[in-house]
C-alpha cells in the first residue's frame, strides 16, 4: 500500500504530505475547515520567518501536487484495520462554494445580512458570505449558515443569484468516502484557550480586552485604518499595550496545567512591532521561555526595542470610566498592588485541546495524556499506541513552528517504513516537433478574475498577427481538470514546441503547467509563464484599457523570449546509494538506524572509541524512562545491522563531490579509507561547558548536571547523607559571552532534585535561576518540584549569586540576593550543583570547512530554513542533527534524526538526481578570470581555477551546478559576457525591451 492519509492541513499536515509526496506516495491531506494551513495562515508575521515568504507557497504546493489530493470540509468518521492496510471512513461536508469560486466578492456585496466579524471583533462588518482573512487559502468564500438567510429561514439565495461563475450551490450534498491507506499521520493541531472563562480578565465584556490572535489580526489589517493601529470599538490611537501571559496555560483549575510554548515569543513578536511604531508594549509575565538558541537572542532585541518587562501575575484588569481604557491590577515586583492605564490589553492565550481532537483520538483508537493530547514515547517521539499511527505538531503537545517541521519529517519517515514502495518513474526526455519555433499562447480567464477587467478577446487578435505565434487561445480556468485537458490538446493539435501562459504568478503554478507540458512531449524550459493577474488585473482594476494594454505588453514580451530559447536538457548524474553520518551519538545512531531501516547502506563515523555520545552521562528522562537501557539496545542494533558499517576512532579528513556522490577520505586507525555516498547527515553533537566560576574544578562537592545525575543513579552516599544541596541555573549561558539559553538545563535541574527529594525526602534543595523554562509538558516536573518543598529563589544578573569556600574545606557557602524578601540568604550548601550550557563539538569547526557548510555565532551548525526544514545547510546533501544544530532534548535529537534521515532518503531513493539546467555556464573564451562574478554569488557556486592551454596558463571561472540557483548575479556584474544563465540571456532581454518599446 503507497497511500496514506493526513489529517489536518496546517504547518505539521502540509510539510509531512509534501515529504511524502515528493517521495511517490500518494497523500490524502483531510481538513476539516474549508482552507489549508491551520492557525498560522491567520498571522501578520511568524518568529522566525515569515508567512509569506514559507508557508503560503507550501499550501500551493499542496493543492497543485499530482501525488495530493486535498479534502477541505472532511472529518473522520471511523478507521479500521491495521498497520499497512487501513480501512477509512470519511464525510465530507456540503460545498456549497466550490472550487469554481475566484473571489470576486459579488456575492458578498449583494447579500443583506450584516454581522460583526469575530475574526476582527468589532473592527469592521462582514456578509453571512465572507472570506475569513486575506490571505485565505484556497482563496475562495464561505457562508456562514448560523447567519445566512437561506439557512435560518429559508428565503433569499441572492449570493447563488449573482455568482457570475455559478460556483454557490445550496443544494450540494454531504459525500461519504472510503479509503483503504496504509499509514495516517494525525496532524489537526489544536484550538486556542478560550479567555472568557477568566472572570477577573473581563475577555468578551470590556472592549478594550483582545486575545494575542486578535492582534494579529489587527495588526495585519492596519492598512484598513491607514497603517494606524487603532482600537476595535472606538476607533482610538492605541499608544499603550500590555500583554498577559500564561492565559489558558499553567492553570490546573481548568486541566490546563502545561506550558503552550508559543505564547512568549509571540508575545515578544508582537511586542517588537508595536514598538516600531511608537506604541509602548508592556509584558506582565511569571517566567519569559525564549528558549533555546536564538529565543534569547529575540527577548535582548525585545529589550533594546524598549519593551517593557513587569514579572507580575496580573489580578484582575478593570475598565476606566472616563475613556474606556483599561486598568490592569497586579502585585508589583517591588511589593504591594498596583494599577496601570492602558490603551489595550492583550491575553496571550495558549493551545487546548478541542473536543473534535478527543472525538478524532476515539475514532482513530489512539490514547491520550492527562491533557487530552496524544500521548507518544519520548524515545519514539511521533509514534502513538496503535501501529502504523503517527502524530505531530501540537497535536501533540504544544510547539513551535520549526519543532512542528521537524516532527512532520520524522512522521513522514516512520510511516514511509510501513508503505509499500512506490513505483519509479524514469520521465523521458520530452522531444522537440520541429526546429522552427512553433508557439502556443494560452490566456486564463481566472473564472472572471482575469477576464472582467482585461479585454482577452482584443489580445488574441494582437496575438495572432505575431508570425512565431501558431495557436493562441483562452480558456475558463487553465489549472482545473478541464484547462489542463485543454492544453494538452492543443499542443497535439497544432504541434507546439513552446508556449506562453498568460495568468496568475509563476511561484503559484510554474510547476504545474511545465508538468502538464512534458506529459505530452513539450520541453519544459520551453515554457513561460506571464502574469498578468497580480501585476496587471488586480492592481489596475479600475482602468480597464489600461489593464488590457499593460496585459498585451506582458504577454508579447514573453514570447519575444520564449522565441529565442532553447530546449534544455536536465543533468542527470547517478546516485550512490550510500550514506555517511558523522557522530555516534542519539542522534547519529537514530539517523543511521533509519536510513539501514529503508534499505539504505550507511557508513557511521564516530571519532571516540565508544558509541552514545552525551547520552553515555544520562541515566532517566525527565518522563522517568531509563536512558541507559535504551541508549544500550539502540547501539546493538546498530552494530548488528547488516547496513550500518561503524568507524570508530576515525576522524574525517576530505570530502570532495557533491549530492549524490560524495568522496570522503576516513582517518581510521588502520589507516586512511576512502568511502563513497550520496548524502552527509552530521550528528557531531554537543557536550557541557566547563567554566571558571563558582570553584568548579576547584571543590570536590560542586559538580555539574551531568555528574550529580551519574552520582544519583550510582547511590553516591555523599548525596545520600547531605542535608543541604543547591543548584544554581544558566551558569555560563545567556549572558554576553555565550548569549543563548541552553533549552534543557532547567528541566535537567529539576528532574535531578526530585530525584534526590524522593530518596531522601528530608533533604533541603534550593534551585537558584532567573527564568524557569520548563515549556511544554515539562510544566508538571516544575509543579511536581514545588509541591515536594523545593524551594526556588530567583536571582537577577546584576546580583549573581556568590560562592565561598568555608573554612575546612568541606561545606561551601552560597550567598544570594532574594528579590521577594529584599535581603541576601545565606545557605550552607553540602553539594552545589551547576546547571553547564551545551556548548558545540570541537569537531564542528574543522568539519565545517571540510564540508564547506557555515557554523552560526556560537558554533553550532547553522540551518538553512529552507522550506521551514531546520535540517538542510547551504549544501545540498548535507544535513544536520541533534546537538550539532543546538541545544535540544533527547526525543527532539531523535525526531530531528528521522527527519535528516527522512530528507537523504529522498535523494537515496533516486537512481538519479535531475538538476535544473537554469545554472550559470562560463564561457571560456570570453572569461579572463578577473573573478568579479565570484564574491557576489549569494551561494558560492563560483570558484577561480587554472588551466593550460596552447602552453599558457589560463585563468576561468568554474561553477557549479548543485550549488548555483540560477539567480543571475554574476551574469550582470561579468563585463565580457563571460557567463550567463541559460534561456535568460542578454539577446533575450533585448528582444523582450525591443517588444516593449515597439508596442509603445
Not at 480597464?544 to 522565441?563: G, P
Request: proline share 5%.
Amino acid at each position: 500500500m503507497d497511500k496514506i492519509l493526513v489529517i489536518g492541513a496546517g504547518i505539521g499536515g502540509i510539510h509531512a504530505a509534501l515529504e511524502l509526496a515528493e517521495a511517490g506516495y500518494y497523500v490524502y491531506l483531510v481538513e476539516k475547515s474549508p482552507f489549508l494551513g491551520g492557525l498560522m495562515a491567520q498571522i501578520f508575521k511568524t518568529y522566525p520567518t515569515c508567512f509569506y515568504c514559507h508557508i503560503y507557497p507550501k499550501l500551493s504546493a499542496c493543492i497543485n501536487h499530482f501525488n495530493i489530493e486535498v479534502l477541505t470540509q472532511t472529518q473522520v468518521e471511523k478507521v479500521e484495520g491495521e498497520a499497512g492496510n487501513f480501512q477509512v471512513t470519511l464525510i465530507q461536508g456540503p460545498q456549497y462554494v466550490n472550487n469554481k469560486c475566484n473571489a470576486c466578492g459579488i456575492c458578498a456585496s449583494k447579500c443583506p445580512v450584516k454581522v460583526n466579524d469575530p475574526f476582527l471583533r468589532k473592527l469592521q462588518s462582514r456578509k453571512a458570505i465572507y472570506l475569513p482573512y486575506a490571505s485565505v487559502f484556497p482563496n475562495r468564500y464561505v457562508i456562514d449558515t448560523k447567519n445566512c438567510l437561506f439557512f435560518t429561514k429559508g428565503e433569499c439565495k441572492e449570493c447563488e443569484r449573482v455568482c457570475p461563475v455559478q460556483a454557490i450551490d445550496f443544494n450540494a450534498p454531504q459525500e461519504v468516502r472510503h479509503l483503504n491507506v496504509g499509514a495516517i499521520i494525525l496532524a489537526s493541531g489544536a484550538r486556542l484557550s478560550d479567555a472568557s472563562i477568566y472572570d477577573a480578565y473581563n475577555y468578551l465584556k470590556l472592549p478594550s480586552v483582545i486575545t494575542s490572535m486578535e492582534f494579529e489580526r489587527l495588526i495585519k489589517n492596519s492598512i484598513a485604518t491607514l497603517g494606524d493601529l487603532v482600537r476595535p470599538w472606538d476607533r482610538k490611537k492605541i499608544q499603550r499595550v500590555a500583554w498577559l501571559q500564561c492565559v489558558g496555560s499553567r492553570d490546573v483549575t481548568n486541566n490546563h496545567g502545561y506550558c503552550s510554548s508559543v505564547c512568549c515569543m509571540y508575545a515578544l513578536k508582537e511586542a517588537i512591532v508595536t514598538q516600531k511604531r511608537n506604541i509602548q508594549g508592556s509584558i506582565f509575565f511569571m517566567d519569559l521561555r525564549a528558549y533555546g538558541k536564538k529565543g534569547e537572542q529575540y527577548l535582548t532585541k525585545a529589550k533594546e526595542a524598549g519593551v517593557r518587562f513587569i514579572r507580575s501575575r496580573v489580578h484582575a484588569i478593570l475598565e476606566s470610566p472616563e475613556n474606556g481604557n483599561v486598568i490592569v491590577r497586579y502585585a508589583s515586583p517591588e511589593g504591594g498592588l498596583k494599577e496601570e492605564e492602558f490603551d489595550l490589553a492583550v491575553l496571550s492565550v495558549g493551545f487546548s485541546p478541542s473536543p473534535k481532537m478527543v472525538a478524532l483520538a476515539q475514532k482513530t483508537g489512539i490514547a491520550l495524556n492527562h491533557y487530552d493530547f496524544v500521548s507518544v514515547d519520548m524515545l519514539r517521539p511521533v509514534q502513538t499506541s496503535r501501529a502504523g499511527i503517527y502524530t505531530c505538531g501540537v497535536f501533540q503537545e504544544p510547539k513551535d513552528i520549526l519543532d512542528t517541521t521537524i516532527q512532520a519529517s520524522a512522521a513522514a519517515a516512520e510511516a514511509s517504513l510501513v508503505l509499500k514502495t512506490p513505483e519509479k518513474v524514469i520521465e523521458p526526455y520530452p522531444p522537440v516537433f520541429s526546429q522552427e519555433p512553433r508557439l502556443g499562447v494560452f490566456i486564463c480567464q481566472c473564472q472572471g478574475s482575469i477576464s472582467d477587467i482585461i479585454k482577452i478577446d482584443k489580445i488574441l487578435e494582437d496575438l495572432k498577427q505575431l508570425p512565431q505565434v501558431v495557436c493562441a487561445k483562452a480558456h475558463f480556468n487553465l489549472c482545473s481538470l478541464e484547462g489542463r485537458q485543454f492544453i494538452k490538446e492543443k499542443i497535439k493539435e497544432f504541434k507546439l514546441d513552446r508556449m506562453v501562459i498568460a495568468a496568475c504568478s509563476p511561484r503559484l503554478y510554474e510547476t504545474h503547467f511545465k508538468k502538464i507540458g512534458e506529459e505530452v512531449g513539450l520541453n519544459p524550459y520551453l515554457i513561460e509563464i506571464a502574469n498578468i493577474r497580480e501585476q496587471c488585473a488586480w492592481v489596475h482594476a479600475d482602468w480597464q484599457e489600461a489593464a488590457t494594454e499593460k496585459a498585451t505588453e506582458i504577454i508579447k514580451m514573453a514570447v519575444a523570449k520564449i522565441a529565442l530559447e532553447k530546449p534544455l536538457l536536465r543533468k542527470r548524474p547517478s546516485v550512490f546509494k550510500k550514506g555517511l553520518v558523522i557522530g555516534g551519538g542519539i542522534a547519529g545512531l537514530s539517523a543511521a538506524l533509519h536510513l539501514a531501516k529503508r534499505g539504505i547502506e550507511v557508513y557511521l563515523v564516530e571519532r571516540t572509541e565508544q558509541l552514545g555520545g552525551i547520552a553515555k552521562k544520562l541515566y532517566f528522562s525527565w518522563q522517568g524512562r531509563n536512558i541507559q537501557s535504551f541508549l544500550k539496545e539502540l547501539i546493538e542494533q546498530v552494530e548488528k545491522h547488516p547496513l550500518i558499517k561503524v568507524f570508530k576512532k576515525t576522524e574525517i579528513v576530505e570530502t570532495k563531490g557533491k549530492v549524490g556522490a560524495f568522496t570522503t577520505i576516513l582517518n581510521t586507525p588502520s589507516g586512511n579509507q576512502e568511502v563513497h555516498h550520496g548524502i552527509i547527515i552530521i550528528a557531531t553533537g554537543g557536550k557541557e561547558d566547563r567554566p571558571a566560576d563558582y570553584l568548579y574544578g576547584k571543590h570536590s562537592r560542586v559538580l555539574s548536571l551531568l555528574e550529580i545525575e551519574e552520582r544519583i543513579a550510582k547511590g553516591d552516599k555523599l548525596l545520600q547523607n547531605s542535608k543541604n544541596v543547591v543548584f544554581i541555573q544558566c551558569v555560563g549561558s545567556r549572558d554576553d559571552n555565550r548569549p543563548y539559553c541552553s533549552r534543557v538545563c532547567c528541566t535537567h535541574s529539576l528532574k535531578n532534585a526530585i530525584q534526590l527529594k524522593e530518596k531522601n525526602p528530608e533533604i533541603n534543595i534550593y534551585i537558584l535561576y532567573r527564568d524557569i523554562r520548563t515549556f511544554g509538558f515539562r510544566e508538571d516536573v516544575y509543579r511536581k518540584a514545588r509541591n515536594k518543598g523545593i524551594v526556588f529563589i530567583r536571582y537577577d544578573l546584576d546580583k549573581k549569586p556568590q560562592v565561598e569556600m568555608e573554612e575546612g574545606g568541606s561545606q561551601l557557602k552560597v550567598k544570594v540576593y532574594d528579590p521577594i524578601l529584599r535581603e541576601e540568604l545565606v545557605i550552607n550548601a553540602d553539594i552545589l550543583a551547576l546547571a553547564l550550557p551545551i556548548i558545540p563539538s570541537s569537531e564542528n569547526k574543522k568539519l565545517a570547512q571540510i564540508l564547506n557548510i557555515p557554523l552560526d555565532e556560537f558554533g553550532f551548525f547553522q540551518e538553512t530554513l529552507k522550506d521551514l526544514s531546520v535540517v538542510d545547510t547551504p549544501v545540498a546533501g548535507i544535513f544536520i542533527c541533534g546537538l550539532s544544530q543546538g541545544p535540544k532534548f533527547m526525543e527532539e535529537s531523535i525526531a530531528q534524526a528521522m527527519a535528516a534521515a527522512n530528507r537523504g532518503v529522498l535523494i537515496l531513493s533516486k537512481d538519479e538526481i535531475f538538476l535544473s539546467p537554469i545554472v550559470s555556464q562560463v564561457v571560456d573564451e570570453n572569461c579572463d578570470g578577473c573573478g568579479y562574478c565570484i564574491d557576489p554569488c549569494p551561494y558560492n557556486a563560483l570558484s577561480l581555477i587554472e588551466y593550460i592551454k596552447n602552453g599558457e596558463i589560463k585563468k576561468t571561472v568554474e561553477s557549479n551546478p548543485f550549488l548555483c540557483q540560477g539567480c543571475g548575479i554574476c551574469q550582470a556584474t561579468c563585463p565580457k559576457k563571460g557567463i550567463y544563465i541559460p534561456n535568460h540571456s542578454l539577446e533575450q532581454f533585448s528582444a523582450m525591451i525591443d517588444m516593449a518599446l515597439k508596442l509603445s
